[in-house]
């Protein structure tokens, strides 16, 4: 057995304690009498929040040393991964201890939560205190920076064949058709080619989940998070195509009609039909109960569709609107809102939106550019009598949230890939860039930021797999598909961030693959729930009693 796996084994117990203290903390602020106070949870959110980095730290934690466990298991520890759990552990410790980042400029400490002794108790907890004192070196991450600049890499077998050669085949693919186009298609602004597209198709990317009796997979969302994470690794906007799919397989195969079934779901299987999400509106962001786009029923049954959504992305290549409007304007908040499904005809660069009642003006972005993005007017837009999912109106608020636990997961995957993405740039550059007669891995400063770079993309992929594979249980996983968002787009954004910083000015140029990851990266805190929002459904969830599953062996 291990030595650093008895060790991270041994601290988690006071790591844990802590965790309780400040959940304790937190809910004597917003919770005195044991309920959260939705008041109070707005005005404590700086405790809020930190408690969910504290909670999305801790499970990282563990994640990670089930991953080392298995690991052993297999015959797969070798001295990177030891190292990892390690580095992983003596950097999660350290923060949860003293100072946790939310972002660049918010640091939660203990003193935010009056729990200063409790913080003292962990880091002299001697598993924890040598985790602290020995875990993070300048020795032990040279010591990863040098055998990842070997070729060396972190234990990526999931212990299940099918899964690994997924992997495989998928990364095969990105690495011939997706990566060595990016960069061209995102300088150009231009979408994904439709070849590439039913190339994705033939492998059975957009109908992951989809079940085998509508021609899709049947697979589960570790499967999915797998696949997202290799498209990503090439290009976030190659992994963002399946997130569309995702979505709207998973509303129609949960809630649709039979021939609602039967229509849309081997279409989007075999992508013939390219679905997008139009949820979001003007000057409502996340408060999707602020929906005011219109949805009348005519007297033949169909529906008129009328108002503004905003950042719908693939938009005009889109066969498919899955679109949340307000069928009963009597209703308040989320009562009145439906889920409608809105056949549309696919545009084309002559004619972007080429049906009646609907407008598109794209959005000019930084990054995330193969797809496009748009806002769109609808102006009485037909949609057919059958269009209501489920055939049921008044559900589509609870239709929709359903389907975010598989979504955030996704898009954590996403930004996994997109950190393998900024490390394999970055390691690249750093072994190719010489100064002062050295390669830049031999520079203590890069080899450090390499090895953190490594280090976090692997405990997120593993909180990410821990979010799937409960969600694949058919358990409740809000909470944890949550925690690995946040933590997936803070590591893809350090991730690139610090390539850049390697790259020195050619970081800068945007000739240089890099300058796009750092666009792609800046995007994930804030589709999907921006990092603020998953912190308020951590913090809140977790207050309010939700239990998460699978601690640490």
Same mark, same amino acid.
């Given at each position: 057995?291990?030595?650093?796996?008895?060790?991270?084994?041994?601290?988690?117990?006071?790591?844990?304690?802590? !965790?309780?203290?400040?959940?304790?903390?937190?809910?004597?602020?917003?919770?005195?009498?044991?309920?959260?106070?939705?008041?109070?949870?707005? #005005?404590?959110?700086?405790?809020?929040? !930190? =408690? @969910?980095?504290?909670?999305?730290?801790?499970?990282?934690?563990?994640?990670?040393?089930?991953?080392?466990?298995?690991?052993?298991?297999?015959?797969?520890?070798?001295?990177?991964?030891?190292?990892?759990?390690?580095?992983? &552990?003596?950097?999660?410790?350290?923060?949860?201890?003293?100072?946790?980042?939310?972002?660049?400029?918010?640091?939660?400490?203990?003193?935010? &939560?009056?729990?200063?002794?409790?913080?003292? $108790?962990?880091?002299?907890?001697?598993?924890?205190? #040598?985790?602290?004192?020995?875990?993070?070196?300048?020795?032990?991450?040279?010591?990863? @920076?040098?055998?990842l600049a070997e070729g060396a890499r972190p234990c990526e077998a999931l212990g299940d064949e099918a899964l690994d050669l997924i992997r495989d085949q998928i990364r095969a693919f990105t690495a011939e058709e997706i990566a060595p186009h990016a960069h061209a298609w995102h300088l150009a602004d231009a979408l994904i080619p439709d070849a590439v597209? $039913?190339?994705?198709?033939?492998?059975?990317?957009?109908?992951?989940?989809?079940?085998?009796?509508?021609?899709?997979?049947?697979?589960?969302?570790?499967?999915?998070?797998?696949?997202?994470?290799?498209?990503?690794?090439?290009?976030?906007?190659?992994?963002?195509?399946?997130?569309?799919?995702?979505?709207?397989?998973?509303?129609?195969? $949960?809630?649709?009609?039979?021939?609602? %079934?039967?229509?849309?779901?081997?279409?989007?299987?075999?992508?013939?039909?390219?679905?997008?999400?139009? &949820?979001?509106?003007?000057?409502?962001?996340?408060?999707? $109960?602020?929906?005011?786009?219109?949805?009348?029923?005519?007297?033949? !049954?169909?529906?008129?569709?009328?108002?503004?959504?905003?950042?719908?992305?693939?938009?005009?290549?889109?066969?498919?609107?899955?679109?949340?409007? #307000?069928?009963?304007?009597?209703?308040?908040?989320?009562?009145?809102?439906?889920?409608?499904?809105?056949? %549309?005809?696919?545009?084309?660069?002559?004619?972007? =939106?080429?049906?009646?009642?609907?407008?598109?003006?794209?959005?000019?972005?930084?990054?995330?550019?193969?797809?496009?993005?748009?806002?769109?007017?609808?102006?009485? =837009?037909?949609?057919?009598?059958?269009?209501?999912?489920?055939?049921?109106?008044?559900q589509g608020f609870k239709q929709l949230m359903r389907t975010f636990e598989g979504a955030r997961i996704q898009t954590a995957a996403r930004a996994v890939g997109v950190a393998w993405n900024a490390f394999d740039l970055a390691l690249d550059y750093a072994q190719g860039r010489r100064q002062f007669g050295e390669a830049l891995t031999h520079f203590p400063r890069v080899a450090d930021k390499l090895a953190l770079?490594?280090?976090?993309?692997?405990?997120?992929?593993?909180?990410?797999?821990?979010?799937?594979?409960? %969600?694949?249980?058919?358990? #409740?996983?809000?909470?944890?598909?949550?925690?690995? %968002?946040?933590?997936?787009?803070?590591?893809?954004?350090?991730?690139?961030?610090?390539?850049?910083?390697?790259?020195?000015?050619?970081?800068?140029?945007?000739?240089?693959?890099?300058?796009?990851?750092?666009?792609?990266?800046?995007?994930?805190?804030?589709?999907?729930?921006?990092?603020?929002?998953?912190?308020?459904?951590?913090?809140?969830?977790?207050?309010?009693?939700?239990?998460?599953?699978?601690?640490?062996?």
């Amino acid at each position: 057995m291990s030595e650093w796996i008895d060790c991270a084994r041994a601290a988690l117990p006071a790591a844990r304690t802590y !965790g309780e203290a400040v959940r304790a903390a937190v809910e004597r602020a917003v919770a005195p009498d044991g309920t959260p106070d939705p008041a109070r949870l707005t #005005r404590e959110q700086h405790r809020v929040h !930190g =408690f @969910a980095w504290i909670a999305a730290t801790l499970a990282a934690l563990e994640a990670t040393l089930d991953w080392a466990v298995r690991a052993e298991g297999a015959g797969r520890l070798g001295a990177v991964e030891e190292l990892t759990l390690r580095i992983g &552990f003596g950097e999660g410790l350290a923060q949860i201890a003293a100072g946790l980042p939310m972002s660049a400029h918010e640091v939660v400490r203990p003193a935010a &939560f009056g729990t200063e002794a409790e913080a003292r $108790a962990l880091a002299a907890d001697p598993a924890a205190a #040598r985790l602290i004192a020995e875990g993070s070196t300048p020795e032990s991450r040279a010591d990863l @920076a040098a055998l990842l600049a070997e070729g060396a890499r972190p234990c990526e077998a999931l212990g299940d064949e099918a899964l690994d050669l997924i992997r495989d085949q998928i990364r095969a693919f990105t690495a011939e058709e997706i990566a060595p186009h990016a960069h061209a298609w995102h300088l150009a602004d231009a979408l994904i080619p439709d070849a590439v597209i $039913a190339r994705m198709a033939g492998l059975g990317v957009f109908g992951i989940c989809i079940p085998e009796a509508y021609g899709g997979l049947g697979l589960g969302k570790l499967a999915m998070a797998v696949v997202s994470e290799e498209l990503s690794r090439g290009w976030i906007c190659a992994g963002s195509l399946g997130t569309r799919s995702e979505i709207a397989g998973e509303l129609i195969a $949960a809630n649709g009609t039979d021939a609602q %079934k039967a229509r849309w779901l081997p279409a989007i299987a075999d992508g013939s039909c390219l679905p997008t999400a139009v &949820f979001t509106e003007p000057d409502t962001g996340s408060d999707l $109960a602020a929906v005011r786009t219109r949805g009348e029923r005519q007297a033949d !049954g169909s529906w008129r569709v009328t108002g503004a959504k905003t950042w719908i992305t693939h938009a005009a290549r889109a066969d498919l609107m899955t679109m949340l409007v #307000r069928t009963d304007p009597a209703a308040p908040g989320y009562a009145g809102l439906s889920m409608l499904l809105a056949a %549309k005809t696919r545009g084309s660069d002559a004619d972007a =939106f080429p049906d009646p009642g609907i407008e598109g003006s794209e959005i000019p972005v930084l990054g995330y550019r193969g797809m496009k993005e748009y806002a769109l007017g609808l102006d009485g =837009f037909a949609v057919a009598a059958d269009g209501l999912l489920g055939g049921r109106e008044g559900q589509g608020f609870k239709q929709l949230m359903r389907t975010f636990e598989g979504a955030r997961i996704q898009t954590a995957a996403r930004a996994v890939g997109v950190a393998w993405n900024a490390f394999d740039l970055a390691l690249d550059y750093a072994q190719g860039r010489r100064q002062f007669g050295e390669a830049l891995t031999h520079f203590p400063r890069v080899a450090d930021k390499l090895a953190l770079m490594a280090v976090e993309t692997v405990m997120a992929r593993e909180l990410t797999y821990v979010a799937a594979r409960t %969600k694949d249980l058919g358990d #409740r996983c809000d909470i944890e598909a949550g925690m690995a %968002k946040l933590l997936g787009a803070r590591a893809a954004w350090n991730a690139a961030d610090n390539a850049v910083q390697i790259h020195g000015g050619n970081g800068y140029a945007l000739e240089y693959p890099i300058s796009r990851v750092l666009c792609d990266a800046r995007i994930l805190n804030i589709f999907e729930g921006a990092a603020e929002i998953q912190a308020q459904v951590i913090g809140r969830g977790l207050l309010a009693g939700q239990v998460r599953t699978g601690q640490a062996a």
